[in-house]
């Protein structure tokens, strides 16, 4: 049998017969699982994927990925409520410090937006008592002529009570324990009663 280049190909027996011509007679190639194709047309290699050129995307695989984030996007521009803040300051100072008891922002006018009090400690009623602590507070230091006023601290024989302005529109109180160090829980404090401010506005 004649020597043939492609080594997948069989070729018809007919190949060893020589005509008169002395030209050898080509017989069709045959492929198995494929059609015969003609002697004259070479065999063309399969056709291969064709990878996108570097810095070009292919416009289906990010159709995918972009509906995939789209409640990701929205879940970021997501803001949080106010009050929501205002109670995440609170427990955030109570986190921080742990001798500090109870802790209740008030406004002015002794609304309560925010408390982290014990059970059996009504919040109405802290509310009212801080703005009449501040109320006071804030006309004996103007009569006194001590300026404005920034804190008020009150000492009893179970502990503390302190109340520090959060900005112009409320008041963070505080209540701590007799062995509390004082130094950091009013430190604590006013980084606390800044951060509300900015809430507030």
Known sequence: MADNAFGDFF????????????????APVVVPGAAAAPASA??????????????????????????????????????????????????????DNQ??????????????????????MQEDRVGAMSAAILGLGE???AELGRGHLSQVFIEGEGGYVMLIAAGDRAVLTCIAAMEAKLGLVLYDMRAAAEQIAEILG
Not at 11 to 26: F, N, T, W
């Open 11 to 26: 070729i018809s027996d007919v190949d060893d017969e020589l005509e008169d011509d002395d030209e050898l007679i080509a």
């Open 42 to 95: 070479p065999a063309q290699p399969a056709a291969q994927p064709v990878a996108p050129a570097p810095g070009v995307a292919s416009p289906a695989p990010q159709a995918a990925p972009a509906a995939a984030q789209r409640p990701r996007v929205a879940a970021t521009t997501q803001q949080a409520t106010r009050e929501e803040r205002l109670a995440s300051a609170l427990d955030d100072l109570m986190e």
């Open 99 to 120: 001798e500090i008891q109870a802790a209740a922002l008030v406004s002015l006018d002794g609304f309560t937006m925010a408390s982290a009090l014990p059970e059996g």
């Open 139 to 141: 006309r004996a230091a």
